[in-house]
C-alpha cells in the first residue's frame, strides 16, 4: 500500500473537508493489511518525508492518519505516554496526569471523527516508524467495518 499523495495536509488550513473524508476508507483499507505490510506502508512514507528528511506537509497527515486508524486514549496517563515529533500538542506543558493521546482525532458521536486544528511544530523530523510500532505494540486499530462507516470532519477554521 502506497500512502504517498493520499493524506492531507493537516498544516494547511486551508486543506478541503473531502481530503479528510478519505482517510476513513483508506484507513478501512490499511487495518486491512497484514502487519508487515502496514508497517512497510508506513517505513515508506516515513523514509520518505518524515525522517530524515522532514515535510511537514506530508507528516503532518500520517500523524492524524495514524490517529484514525488507531483507538488512542484521551487520557493516557503522562508517564505512560511516548511522543515521536515536535507537535503543539495541548497535553505538552499543562500540569495534569493525563495525556491526549488521540489528539487531534476525537470522536463526535457515532460513527463520526473530527480533526483539531494544527497548532504548529517544533524540530527537525518525526520519527513516525518508531511512533507507529509503538501505538501497534500498546494499542488496538479500529475495526475495519467501523472505519467503512465512519465520516471525519476537517479542522475548523
Known amino acids: 500500500m502506497n500512502l504517498a499523495g493520499r493524506l492531507p495536509d493537516w498544516s494547511d488550513p486551508g486543506t478541503p473537508g ?9 484507513g ?4 486491512g493489511l497484514d502487519e508487515l505490510d502496514r508497517q512497510t506502508a508506513v ?3 516515513s523514509d520518505e518525508f518524515c ?9 503532518s497527515g500520517l500523524y492524524v492518519f495514524l490517529r484514525v486508524v488507531f483507538d488512542l486514549p ?13 507537535w503543539l500538542h495541548p497535553s505538552v506543558g499543562v500540569e495534569t496526569e493525563r495525556f491526549d493521546l488521540a489528539w487531534p ?8 471523527l473530527a ?10 523530523g518525526y520519527d513516525a516508524i518508531g511512533e507507529y510500532d509503538w501505538l501497534a505494540g ?20
Open 115 to 124: 480533526v483539531e486544528p494544527f497548532a504548529g511544530y517544533f524540530g527537525k
Open 138 to 157: 500498546a494499542f488496538a486499530l479500529r475495526s475495519r467495518n467501523d472505519l467503512a462507516s465512519t465520516y471525519i470532519l476537517a479542522p475548523e477554521t
Open 74 to 86: 484521551t487520557e493516557q496517563p503522562r508517564d505512560d505516554a511516548l511522543v515521536f515529533g515536535g
Open 18 to 26: 473531502p481530503a479528510y473524508a478519505a482517510l476513513a476508507p483508506l
Open 51 to 59: 525522517f530524515p528528511q522532514f515535510d511537514l506537509a506530508r507528516a
Open 105 to 112: 482525532v476525537h470522536a463526535r458521536g457515532e460513527a463520526v
Open 43 to 45: 517505513r515508506s512514507y
Open 28 to 31: 478501512a483499507e490499511f487495518v
